[in-house]
């Protein structure tokens, strides 16, 4: 049995759609979800929908009752993920659970960036709760870009300066902690995953611009002047602050991965900045 938290987030249900349509039946596939009447579609589909908050643990253990594999994607609480992320990892350990994937950063271990603290606590309680574990350490999302709004307003900003960044498609993730499931020889893996190729800030508002048709040109600011506007643009500050951390850190080869692991992982190339841009401006 395979059981994949956040379930009705876009990385879940995702990862879900790859494991069906690479024959993993429905019924060995438990969808775990914090509000299970949005599941109802993957229920449809035959899989299983069980309540699991991470925030309430009374709810886990029962949740994880007869999982062998489980994927934990990891919180989108930007203040504290550690904590709920520790609530399902000792409920992994309690109940059994044979093999834990849980999506990392990239470099969790050794990187700077403020993202990553809460990705490494969880790594070290994973490696201390003794249930062989998969780290999938995701590198930057495609999808992280408004390719649209930055067709609109001719301007993409940021802080990365020059930084290359290696992103990939939440599609091309949900392939690798799919395969991270169903591949055998996963326990105790590492996997340091970007996109085949990186590409600058710079780079991506010129591919914008071809594709639209429209003139677009990479605006970059001082990491404070970046998170300022993040914050103007309605994000909360914790969220806006380590956004604009990281694209800082972009500068220093944090957001970059040469390791091919995720191209060999899902066995095909990763996603292309000009598929994302199309995709991006398709809506």
């Known amino acids: 049995m395979i059981a994949i938290t956040g379930a009705t987030g876009h990385l879940g249900q995702l990862t879900i759609d790859v494991l069906l349509e690479r024959?993993?039946?429905?019924?060995e596939i438990v969808a775990l979800a914090r509000n299970p009447e949005k599941a109802l579609g993957l229920a449809a589909?035959?899989?299983a929908v069980r309540l699991a908050d991470y925030t309430l643990p009374d709810t886990l253990n029962a949740a994880l009752e007869g999982i062998d594999k489980l994927l934990l994607i990891s919180s989108n609480d930007v203040v504290d993920r550690a904590t709920p992320q520790r609530n399902v990892v000792d409920a992994a350990k309690a109940v059994g659970v044979k093999s834990l994937a849980y999506t990392s950063i990239l470099r969790a271990d050794t990187a700077d960036m403020?993202?990553?603290?809460d990705h490494k606590t969880t790594e070290e309680a994973i490696r201390a709760s003794g249930v062989p574990f998969v780290?999938?350490?995701n590198?930057?999302?495609?999808?992280?870009?408004n390719?649209?709004?930055?067709?609109?307003?001719?301007t993409l900003a940021g802080s990365a300066g020059d930084g290359r960044i290696s992103a990939a498609s939440r599609a091309d993730y949900a392939a690798a902690a799919a395969a991270a499931l169903t591949l055998p020889?996963?326990?105790?893996t590492i996997y340091e995953l970007g996109g085949d190729s990186a590409f600058t800030l710079e780079e991506l508002a010129a591919e914008i611009a071809t594709q639209s048709g429209r003139p677009v040109t990479y605006q970059d600011?001082?990491?404070t002047a970046y998170f300022e506007m993040l914050k103007g643009f309605g994000l909360p500050a914790p969220l806006a602050d380590k956004l604009a951390d990281a694209d800082a850190n972009a500068q220093e080869g944090e957001l970059h991965s040469d390791s091919g692991d995720l191209g060999r992982l899902i066995g095909r190339p990763t996603t292309t900045l000009k598929e994302a841009v199309q995709a991006g401006l398709a809506g």
């Open 23 to 27: 024959g993993t039946p429905a019924s």
């Open 45 to 47: 589909k035959g899989v």
């Open 114 to 117: 403020k993202m990553a603290a």
């Open 135 to 137: 780290f999938l350490r």
């Open 139 to 145: 590198g930057w999302y495609m999808e992280n870009y």
């Open 147 to 154: 390719v649209a709004q930055a067709a609109q307003s001719g």
């Open 185 to 188: 020889d996963q326990d105790n």
């Open 221 to 223: 600011m001082p990491e």
